[in-house]
Structures are given as structure tokens and as C-alpha cells.
């Protein structure tokens, strides 16, 4: 898995998700440990996590070398996985 940290690491949308992500880790290891995570009460805590999920879904999805959320022309022509064109 090759991975260019340097992009990631300087696009906003994979640093929402990530934090995100940890945000929602610290919560479970909280609620493992007996620590009560809930925010207001039970309906915002789960409002508050699938925005959480969502965020870590859209930081994880977004191709950082692109503008925007777009995939790259490229990246649009690929027929499936590995597809290179070349």
C-alpha cells in the first residue's frame, strides 16, 4: 500500500476525518473503561456520532490530489481496480 503522507496530511477534508476518527475512539475507549460519553442525552450522542462517521467516511474517500471531492480525469476513466490506461 503506497501511500503519499505528505498530500494527506495538508488536505483539510482527510484532517476532519481523521480527527473524527480519533474523536470517536476516544469515546469507545471511554464507554470500555465505564466512562459515560454521552454528550446531552442519548439521541444527540447518536446524532453527534453518525456526523462523526460521516466526516471520517468523506476524509477517507476524497482523492487529496484533486480539487475539491473529484477524482481526477484519470481516475474517472478507469474501467476497474488497477485500471491505468497505459
Excluded: C
Excluded at 447518536?46 to 481526477?72: H, K, M, Q, Y
Amino acid at each position: 500500500m503506497k501511500i503519499n503522507w505528505k498530500v494527506r496530511l495538508k488536505h483539510k477534508p482527510f484532517l476532519v476525518g481523521a480527527f473524527a476518527l480519533l474523536l470517536l475512539i476516544i469515546q469507545q475507549i471511554g464507554a470500555l473503561f465505564g466512562y459515560d460519553t454521552t454528550i446531552y442525552n442519548e439521541r444527540v450522542t447518536e446524532l453527534f456520532n453518525t456526523v462523526l462517521a460521516f466526516l471520517v467516511l468523506i476524509g477517507v474517500v476524497v482523492d487529496p490530489t484533486t480539487p475539491g471531492t473529484n477524482d481526477s480525469d484519470r481516475a474517472m476513466s478507469y474501467e476497474r481496480k488497477g485500471d491505468n490506461n497505459d
